[in-house]
C-alpha cells in the first residue's frame, strides 16, 4: 500500500525562474521517494536589472506575472497538494520587491517568500544529499546562481559550515564582482577545508548540470579539475553564436556557463579537491524537501 502525495517548488533566480513538480511516494517500512513528475524552466533575467538599476523592470514584472499564471495552471492540472515560492538573489535586492510580491498574489494567487542567502544556503543542504555522498568523506556543496553562489562543507554527512557570496554569474558578466570578494571567497573556503585532508566538490546549477550532460558520463562518475579547466578554455574561445550553434546551449545559458565555470573551477583549487560530483539537484529539490520534512 503507498501514499502518493504532490509537492511543487518554484525558484525565481536571478537568470530564470522554475517550477519543479515532485511525486512523493510514501510506503510503509521504506524510505520516502522523492521523484520528479514535471520540471519548466522559463529565462527571466531578473538579475539583470536587480544588478544594475537596483529594481526589476516594468517588461520584466509583466513576464513574471505571465510565467506565474502559467505555473499556477500547471500546478492545478498536475493536482499539486502543496507548493512554496521562493525568490533569491536578484528579487532580495530589487528595491521594488514588495511591491512584485503583492501583484503576483494579487494576479495569480502565488505567494512568494524572499529568502536570504543563508536559509537559501541551507534550503539547498535539505536536498537529501545522503544518497549522493560517501558520510565517511568531506565535500564541498557550491550551488552556483545568477546573483550568489551558496557554500557548505559536510563531513560525516552533517554540514559543519556554509556561506553565501554575492557571486553569481549574472553579477559576474556585468563586471560587478569586485576582487575583495574574490578573495573572501578564497579565504573562507581555505579556512574551513584546513581541518580535512582530502576535498570533493559537489556542484549544482544549471550551467554545471550543463557541463555535466556535454561530458556524456555516467551520473555517478565525478568530473575532473582537468577536464573541466579544458572545457572552460574551449567555451572562452569560442564566440556566444558558436555556443548557441556547435554545443546545442540555450541563448540564455551561452553567456553565463563561462563565469560559472570559472567559480567551480576556482572552488576547486582554492580547496585542493580533484573532482567535483554533479547529482542533479537544486534549490527546487530542497524547497520539496524542506516542506515534506517541515523545515519551511
Known sequence: MITLKKYAAIDIGSNAMRLLVTNIVEQKGQPTQFNKSSLVRVPIRLGQDAFTVGEISDENIERMVDAMKAFS??????KVQQYKACATSAMREAYNNAEIVALIKKKTDIKIEIIDGKKEAAIIAASDLKQFINANKTYLYVDVGGGST???????????????????????????????????????????????????????????????????????????????????????????????????????????????????????KWSGARQIFVPKIGLSDGIVKAMYYGKI
Do not use: C
Open 73 to 78: 495552471l500547471l500546478m492545478k492540472v498536475h
Open 150 to 268: 551558496e557554500f557548505s562543507l559536510f563531513h560525516d554527512g552533517k554540514i559543519v559550515a556554509s556561506k553565501s557570496f554575492k557571486n553569481g554569474t549574472v553579477r559576474l558578466l556585468n563586471n560587478m564582482v569586485s576582487e575583495i570578494v574574490w578573495v573572501e571567497i578564497e579565504k573562507w573556503i581555505k579556512n574551513v577545508v584546513a581541518p580535512y585532508e582530502e576535498i570533493s566538490l559537489i556542484g549544482s546549477g544549471g550551467n554545471i548540470n550543463k557541463l555535466f550532460k556535454l561530458s556524456e558520463k555516467n551520473q555517478e562518475k565525478p568530473l575532473s579539475y582537468m577536464y573541466l579547466n579544458a572545457q572552460y578554455q574551449k567555451l572562452s574561445n569560442m564566440t556566444y553564436e558558436q555556443r548557441i550553434a556547435e554545443l546545442g546551449l540555450n541563448p540564455d545559458r551561452a553567456d553565463v556557463i563561462i563565469p560559472a565555470t570559472r567559480i567551480y573551477l576556482n572552488a576547486m
